[in-house]
Structures are given as structure tokens and as C-alpha cells.
């Protein structure tokens, strides 16, 4: 088989992530602007190619006070890093649907390898005559080691904000139709 273009269905998808906050509880957002190049090979994992870029002005966790300290110099210092990216390296079949997705993950200008654990949910023919899969993502990260290392200490103990950030993504893709040549 060959690659084939998956279009990201913006309304059925989403990127999310969660942090711990006070050592007690996880606070939640989403970025509101993404957009998703998939170019699958569903006979050979392996050769295909994903690479999603995010709007980090976009983050949203339904704080705005908080929203507006993401964005600053002390996280994610959007004027000067205002996308972030995902470019996949390779792809493994681990399990009937179950993948792990390789890649390098570029957040506040630094990158580093990433690796998701990808589930496959299948296709299904759309009343508009297309044809969509679904998936789901998550991956654990370090804030630390994108150069995220704003914390403020409490004075009884620990700090506000925590080191690992899990991110989950849901995508539901269009199956783009090949234009004869």
C-alpha cells in the first residue's frame, strides 16, 4: 500500500493535557488551534509520516488569569515560541490496534524524543460519503525538560505546579479522497 492522506476533523478532535497543581489535584486545559499532517500507511506502519503543529496562544483552561501566565515568558513565552510540534520518526505495531508512535517533540524551542501509545479505533463510513478513523494518544512528558521550569515553592512544603504533564489527544480524521492524475 501507499500513503494516504487523513484530514484532521477539527470539530471531533482535541488536544489536552493536565499538570498537578499544589501537589493535591491536576488542572486540565487544551489548545484551541492545531492543525494535523497524517499521511498513513496502513499496509506498513512504519512508512507513515505525522506531524501536528499547535498554536501555543492557544492554550485554553478555562482561567484566563492562568491562561494569560502560560503564555508568558515564565512557560511557554509565546512571543518567542509560538507554535509547538510533533514530527513522528517512526511507527510500531505493538498489538492488534496498539501502536507506539516515535517522534520529536519541540516545545519553548527545545526537542526531544516523544513517544505516545496510539490506539486505533477503527473506520466507519460518514453519511457525507467519506470515510473516518478514530484515534487516541498519551504520552507523559517533563516540563523541566522542554526548559518549563517556572515553580514557585510553598511554604509548606513541595511546589505549585508539577513536573510531569500528561497529554492526551483524540483524533477523528477524513480520509482524503485521491484527485486522478
Not at 101 to 128: A, Q
Amino acid at each position: 500500500m501507499a500513503l494516504q492522506k487523513w484530514n484532521v476533523d477539527p470539530l471531533h478532535s482535541h488536544i489536552a493535557f493536565s499538570v498537578r497543581h499544589l501537589l493535591i489535584s491536576k488542572v486540565t486545559g487544551h489548545f484551541n488551534r492545531w492543525t494535523g499532517d497524517f499521511n498513513l500507511d496502513e499496509g506498513d506502519p512504519k512508512a507513515s509520516r505525522i506531524e501536528v503543529t499547535i498554536d501555543a496562544s492557544s492554550v485554553d483552561t478555562r482561567v484566563e488569569p492562568r491562561d494569560n501566565h502560560l503564555r508568558s515568558a515564565d512557560f511557554f513565552d509565546v512571543e518567542k515560541f509560538p507554535t509547538l510540534t510533533f514530527k513522528s520518526t517512526s511507527i510500531d505495531k505493538v498489538g492488534e490496534s496498539d501502536f507506539k508512535l516515535h517522534g520529536d517533540l519541540t516545545i519553548h524551542g527545545v526537542t526531544r524524543p516523544v513517544t505516545l501509545d496510539v490506539e486505533f479505533s477503527g473506520t466507519m463510513k460518514d453519511p457525507w460519503g467519506g470515510e473516518r478513523g478514530g484515534f487516541s494518544a498519551h504520552a507523559a512528558i517533563s516540563r523541566k525538560d522542554f526548559g518549563l521550569t517556572y515553580n514557585q515553592v510553598l511554604e509548606t512544603g513541595g511546589v505549585a505546579v508539577g513536573d510531569k504533564v500528561d497529554i492526551n489527544i483524540e483524533v477523528e480524521a477524513v480520509k482524503a479522497v485521491a484527485v486522478p492524475t
